[in-house]
Nanobody, 115 residues
Framework: QVQLVESGGGLVQPGGSLRLSCAAS????????MGWYRQAPGKERDLVAT???????NYANSVKGRFTISRDNDKNTVYLQMNSLKPEDTAVYYC?????????WGQGTQVTVAS
């Protein structure tokens, strides 16, 4: 059974930092792309960042220069370092893992940026 366990969300003041983690277990196919998406209230789920197995990254324009995605292939874990957080970054953040045959989502972790 595939499980994606996310952690690291919470409440932070504007300008602060958080680090999200997503650890996958039970995956039997080769993991290709790992990524983070977010969904704010009343809005669609949007891409935040992705990273391929080779380490190629892609970021939404709104987070470029502030967020950094990384992964540990040995641990099947993807991270999102979020710096200089803004109130508009408030959302539920979901990790996504794409294998050669399957697509998996985490349960989501709330990030709230407020003073």
């Amino acid at each position: 059974q595939v499980q994606l366990v996310e952690s690291g969300g919470g409440l932070v003041q504007p300008g602060g930092s958080l680090r999200l983690s997503c650890a996958a277990s039970g995956i039997i196919f080769s993991i290709n792309t790992m990524g983070w998406y977010r969904q704010a209230p009343g809005k669609e789920r949007d891409l935040v960042a992705t990273i391929t197995r080779d380490g190629n990254t892609n970021y939404a324009n709104s987070v470029k220069g502030r967020f950094t995605i990384s992964r540990d292939n040995d641990k099947n874990t993807v991270y999102l370092q979020m710096n200089s957080l803004k109130p508009e970054d408030t959302a539920v953040y979901y990790c996504n893992i794409v294998t050669s045959l399957t697509n998996h989502w985490g349960q989501g972790t709330q990030v709230t940026v407020a003073s």
